[in-house]
């Protein structure tokens, strides 16, 4: 067979469902044009750390004045934004919880318990290492901010605590 052009507007499998494999395995196919749609491209990361410990006793979600924040302006109102954080948290306060969530602006993102939970089950206080995240759908293209946000069910809760680094990142995703 002679090599040649193939020039055609759709390329279906002959049931109209499936999978078409161009190439074999080991081989490279090129391409001079752009390929794919571009979707799910990191456009922009922005970053923030907070070193300082911060306390609270409100049963209700809290910023507690932390600079664990960022402002992202997505491209597109049909682009995503993936927040993720670390953090240190406890509970100095036996059998109490310290719950951690992500706002965007005044969402509550991670609903009424947060994404996360220490809980000091033994004497003394209980404090570790802790991640969070979640893939957003903003729906604009005005600045949001994405905050960190924690409440205890009792005794007093920590952030960052033991002089711990939080970090907060938001990527913003070609939809």
Same mark, same amino acid.
């Given at each position: 067979?002679?090599?040649?052009?193939?020039?055609?507007?759709?390329i279906?499998?002959?049931?109209g469902? #499936? *999978?078409?494999?161009?190439g074999?395995?080991? /081989?490279t196919? *090129?391409?001079?044009?752009?390929?794919?749609?571009?979707? #799910?491209?990191v456009l922009?990361?922005? +970053?923030?750390?907070?070193?300082? /410990?911060r306390t609270?006793?409100?049963? +209700?979600f809290?910023?507690?004045s932390?600079?664990?924040?960022?402002n992202?302006?997505?491209?597109?109102?049909?682009?995503?934004?993936f927040?993720?954080?670390?953090?240190?948290?406890?509970?100095? *306060?036996?059998a109490?919880?310290?719950?951690t969530?992500?706002?965007?602006?005044?969402?509550?993102?991670?609903?009424s318990?947060?994404f996360?939970?220490?809980?000091?089950?033994?004497?003394g206080?209980?404090?570790?290492?802790?991640?969070?995240?979640?893939?957003?759908?903003?729906?604009?293209?005005s600045?949001?901010?994405?905050?960190?946000?924690?409440k205890?069910?009792?005794? *007093?809760?920590k952030?960052?605590?033991?002089?711990?680094? #939080?970090?907060?990142?938001?990527?913003?995703i070609? #939809?």
């Open positions: 067979m002679a090599d040649g052009i193939l020039k055609v507007g759709q279906t499998t002959s049931s469902s #499936g *999978t078409i494999n161009l074999a395995s080991g /081989e196919i *090129t391409s001079s044009a752009v390929m794919g749609s571009g979707m #799910g491209k922009q990361v922005v +970053s923030t750390t907070d070193t300082s /410990e609270s006793t409100s049963t +209700s809290v910023t507690g932390n600079t664990l924040s960022v992202i302006t997505p491209a597109s109102t049909s682009n995503k934004v927040v993720c954080v670390s953090l240190g948290s406890g509970n100095n *306060t036996p109490k919880h310290t719950y969530t992500i706002y965007r602006d005044s969402s509550n993102l991670g609903g318990q947060g996360l939970t220490n809980y000091q089950g033994g004497t206080e209980h404090y570790g290492g802790a991640s969070m995240s979640i893939t957003d759908s903003p729906n604009t293209t600045q949001v901010t994405y905050q960190v946000y924690f205890v069910s009792g005794g *007093t809760g952030i960052n605590s033991s002089a711990g680094t #939080g970090t907060i990142t938001a990527m913003e070609q #939809g």
